[in-house]
């Protein structure tokens, strides 16, 4: 099995099915081809919510608040305007804040990116703590990050102790 259907087998409850995203306006307006993997991701998981903790965006969400490209414009500017640790670690893998595709965030305002990279076989996944300097770099898809998380194969500087629960779950929202 893949770590998307490892993924897809936690407990869900909610909408089943595909998740609706709009690619052809989140990539024009982020300036960005998204790899494959990652837009099946979030045809599966877009809006999804992981332990009643850490929600996935979706392109083109009614909620601005789950919206991937909404999200990912407020987080670009946030960190350009912080986390000077962030900035450092981003240049050093010859990019920057305003490439960072916010995917994801928590109800403690931690944000996780996608670091792109013009090999889609070498983008990565960050995470920064809301409030803090923690983060957590993973060198692989987000299906694998998640998954590594919620399995604590992982364990992250971000997250708090009590994620994931003992036994994972999500919640299915693909139209919110």
């Not at 307006?29 to 599966?44: H, I, N």
């Not at 013009?118 to 770099?137: F, P, Q």
């Not at 898809?141 to 919620?150: G, N, T, W």
């Amino acid at each position: 099995m893949t770590d998307l259907e490892l993924l897809a087998a936690f407990p869900a409850t909610g909408e089943a099915g595909l998740v609706p995203n709009d690619w052809e306006r989140t990539e024009a307006a982020l300036g960005v081809t998204f790899p494959s993997a990652f837009m099946r991701f979030l045809d599966v998981f877009g809006g999804a919510k992981f332990d009643d903790f850490l929600r996935v965006y979706r392109a083109g969400a009614d909620n601005l608040n789950a919206d991937l490209l909404t999200r990912t414009q407020q987080a670009r500017k946030t960190m350009a305007t912080t986390r000077p640790h962030i900035q450092k670690l981003l240049a050093q893998r010859g990019t920057g804040t305003s490439k960072l595709i916010c995917w994801g965030g928590t109800d403690n305002a931690d944000m996780c990116f996608l670091i792109p990279h013009e090999d889609y076989r070498k983008w990565a996944v960050l995470s920064v703590i809301g409030r803090g300097s923690e983060y957590d770099l993973f060198e692989g898809p987000v299906e694998s990050y998640l998954l590594r998380i919620l399995r604590r194969d992982v364990l992250s500087d971000v997250f708090p102790d009590d994620f994931p629960d003992e036994a994972p779950s999500y919640e299915r929202h693909p139209h919110i």
